[in-house]
């Protein structure tokens, strides 16, 4: 009897891969990385629809789809569920540190003298835990760092959440939730949920003009884009980025183990993002 053992061989980049990334890195005078939950899971976190997924995670709970479940509506028809399963979020957020994927992006921005702009579909504020400047970032889908009202006709303000992950979970059990100061209705996070209609999008929107300034400071000048753990399913980072193709003529480098084509002259890489950042600043360190 024959016994055969499948081995995963790893996709190894190829030196006319990695010497155009090198020449788009060295040519570029901005870089915009883009990046999705799978920017994440090399942290230790997982992603939306992953084995392990934090979608799955919540169906299995509920017995409902994530849809009904994380949207306002939802919200407000089960608080303690939502404010707990947030609090674990906040928690594990705030324990987690950023892979070394981060600090790369980071030194190649200061290395080759790169102006930057961080583009993200991911609540964790990581980018800003890993020392990148807070003007330069773009939550796409508001963060887990502010609270809002969950009626925004009463209260259009967000203020900077104060409470642990832990003080979060140890109240929902008893019930007691985060409240808006100002309307003193139950507060939600400002993160724009499924079918939302009450998000307070002030933060967003300023963080915005400031990537349109970026864009119009290097509209002629030579873009390169890291589209990092974003998949096709929810396309607010992929749509990001075919814009940056199509008006700014941007490079872009595609890291996603699964969803990773890409027609040429742009480059796709079937890998993690701390793998796949890894193998290309070793090549440029040893260039």
Known sequence: MITFVCQTISYILTMNELQTIKTWIENANAIVINTGAGMGV???????????GQWGQVENDTQKSIFEVVNPQGFLENPKYSWTLFGKRIKEYAETQPHNGYRILKNWITNYHLDYFCLTSNIDSHFQKSGFAEENIRELHGTLAYFQSSRPDLAKGIWKNELSGDEIIANAQKEIFPMCPISKVLARPNVYMFRDETYIDTRSKEQEKRFQLFLERNKEKNILVFEIGSGPHVQTIRIKT??????????????????????????????????????????????
């Open 242 to 287: 075919r814009m940056l193709r199509s008006e700014y003529k941007a490079n872009i480098v595609r890291i996603n183990p699964k969803d990773y084509t890409l027609k040429p002259p742009h480059i796709g890489i079937p890998k993690g993002a701390l793998e796949a950042l890894t193998e290309i600043n070793n090549y440029l360190s040893n260039e």
């Open 42 to 52: 090399d942290s230790g976190l997982a992603d939306y629809r992953g084995n392990g």
